[in-house]
C-alpha cells in the first residue's frame, strides 16, 4: 500500500484500518516493512485502539525521511485481552510530496497457547479452562498467560505489583540520587523510554521510569527497595519482572540482594544499553540462608535518551518478613577453613606393581604398564585407572567440599617445614564462603560463589586482614608436563574493595618465570571471568599471585578455574578428510586453523610462510 498523491491543503491524514481482532496472546509481535522518502514526506504513526478505551495508544512513529530504502519495524502487542484494531495513520501538516508505503505485515505467537490432554510435573500448570499448559514460573506473575485469568487467580498482592496505582510495598531508597517516576503512556523525551505499559498493554497503564534529562547527571542513581523477605531454606524463591531499555543513552540497571541493611548487597544481575523498544521479562532466583531485600537500581546514561522502564515485579513461592522490622544484624564470624599446607594428592603407594618401566617412564598403579614421563600430568589420562593424573592440577576446580584441586602455597610450606614457625599471621591464600562473613567482610569479599551461588559455596580468596602492604601469596599447580595448542585457563576473580593490590597469573618453567595476566585495583562487587592463553608448552606451573594493598579492605578472591582445550595432539592412523590440513606430523587440523598465529599442528607446518 502506498500513498501516490501530491497535495498541499492543510492538515491531511490517510488512514489504514486493520480488521478487528477479538485478542492476543502474552507473547504476540507484530512487524512490517515500511517506506518514507521525500522532503516534505511528514510523519506516520501506528496507533492501537482496544474497545472501550477511548485514548487510542501509539505503537511506533516515523518522523521525517528515512532514505530510499524499506525499514522494517518489530511492534510487541503481548496479551492484549479486549477486542482491538490498528489505524496506520499518514500525517501531513501542509505541504505533502514524497513516498510513503507499507508492506509485509505479519503477527507472530499472537495465538492463546493450545488446550492439552494432559499436564503433568512440578514445573507445568494446568489451566482451569482453556486446558493449556503452561510453565509454572509464568503463575501470579501478573499476566494472563492462560486466557481465562486462571493462573493469576489465588495470588498473594502482597507479592506482586503492576504500578496502576501505587508503589504497593515497594519504596524509593532515601540514600539514591533520585526517585523513579510514576507515569502513563509516553514518557516526555521522543525516542526513549516506553510508549506503554507493560501491564494493559496501553497508554491507559501505569508503570516506573528512570527520567535520564536534566538535572540528571551521568551515574546518577534511582534506587528501589522490595519489602523484606525469610530466607526460602529448601524451597524456590522467584523474583520476576519486566524492564523497558531504549534510547541511545541508556546505561545500566541492575538488581542486588542485602542480607544487611544500609549495604548495596551482592550483584544478582544487571544489563547495560539500548535493548530496543520492547518490555522484556527477566527471571532471577534467590538463595539465602538470611532474612533478606532486593534492590532495583537504574543508573543514569550520560545524555537525556535514557530514560528506563519498570512493570509487574512478581515474587513467587517467597514469604514476606513478618517479624521486628529489621531483622538485619551482623554476621556470625565462624572459624574461617585455612588452606592445607600440603600439596594434594602426591602421596604415592610404598609397593608398585611388577613393571620393566626405567626412570623416564610413569608406572600406572593398577597394571604396571609403562608411559612416557610426558604423558603424567598432561589432562589426558593415558594409564586405564587414570593414576597418572591423580597427582596433578584438576581440569575443573570450584573448590567445593573444600578441596583445592592439587593447588598449594610453596612458601607455606616451605615456612612449615624449615623454620617450624606459626603462619597464622601470614597473608595468604584461604578457602572461604559468604556464610561465614560478618557485616564488615561484605563490603570486600563475595558473598556467594560462582557455582552454586549460594552463600554456602566455597571459593579461594587471599585474606588481607593478614601481612603488609605489597606482601605477595602464590598459589600453584604441580609441574604440568605438557599441553595442546588451544590450551587456555578460565577463571572467576572477585576484586571488591577500597584497598584491592592485584592478581596476576604467572608461568613458570624451571627457573623462568613470565607473567601472562594482570588485574590492579577494585573491579566492582561482582564476579568477572577472565580468560588466559597458554597454547603448547612443557614441564610448566601455572602461578596465581595476590599482592596486599594497604590495609585489610582489599581481599581477592578467584572460584571455578578451568583448563580448556588443554589435552595435547593425538595423531589418528586415519588420513585427513577434504575439510582438513594434513600436519608435517601427520596430524589432522581443520583448513580454518591455518596461518592464524596458533601453532595447531605442535610442529608449526600449521604457519609455515611457504602456505
Partial sequence: MFILKTSNSISQIARLRSPKFRQAGSNCTLSFWYYSYGESVGAAELRLLVDGLKQPTVLWRTYYSEGNQWLKADIQLGRLPHAFQFSLDKISLGIYEGISAIDDIRF??????????????????WCRDTKACIDSLLVCDLVDDCGDGSDEDSCDPDLQCDFESGLCNWEQDVQDDFDWIRIRGPTPT????????????TARGGYLYLESSEPRQFLDQAVLLSPLFHPPGNGTCVFRFHYHMFGKEVYRLSVFQRTVSNTKG???????????????????????????QILVAGTVGDGFTGDIGLDDVSFLGCTLYNGAQCPFGSFFEGNLPTVSTTTTGTSVPATLPMNNCTEKEFVCR????????????????????KSDESACVMEVCDFEDKDLCGWHQ??????????????????????????????EQERHRPLTDTNTCTEEGWYLFADSSNGEFGHTADIATPVISLTGPRCKIIFWNHMSGSTIGSLEVFYKSSN??????????????????????????????????????????GDVAVDDITFEDCSPLLISDKPCTSEEFTCANKYCIPKNNLCDFVNDCEDNSDESPSI
Avoid at 520492547?278 to 534467590?286: A, D, G, N, S
Wanted: net charge positive.
Fill in 512 to 553: 623462568k618465570t613470565s607473567k601472562l595476566w594482570t588485574q590492579s585495583g577494585s573491579q566492582g562487587p561482582q564476579w568477572n571471568r577472565a580468560e588466559v592463553f597458554l597454547g603448547i608448552r612443557s614441564n610448566f606451573q601455572v602461578i596465581f599471585r595476590a599482592k596486599r594493598g594497604v590495609s585489610y579492605m
Fill in 190 to 201: 521522543v525516542n526513549t523510554g516506553p510508549l506503554k505499559d507493560h501491564t494493559t498493554g
Fill in 266 to 292: 551482592w550483584l544478582l544481575w544487571y544489563k547495560v544499553g539500548n535493548q530496543e523498544n520492547r518490555w522484556i521479562r527477566q527471571t532471577l532466583f534467590i538463595t539465602s540462608s538470611k532474612p533478606f
Fill in 366 to 385: 593398577a597394571s604396571g604398564y609403562c608411559i612416557p614421563m610426558i604423558q603424567k600430568c598432561d589432562f589426558r589420562p593415558d594409564c586405564s585407572d
Fill in 410 to 439: 610453596p612458601a607455606l610450606e616451605q615456612m612449615s617445614e624449615e623454620y617450624s614457625i606459626s603462619i597464622k599471621n601470614t597473608f595468604k591464600w584461604q578457602l572461604g564462603r559468604g556464610a561465614n562473613l560478618c557485616a
Fill in 108 to 125: 507472530e505467537n499472537c495465538a492463546l497457547p493450545p488446550p492439552a490432554l494432559s499436564c503433568e510435573g512440578p514445573d507445568r500448570f
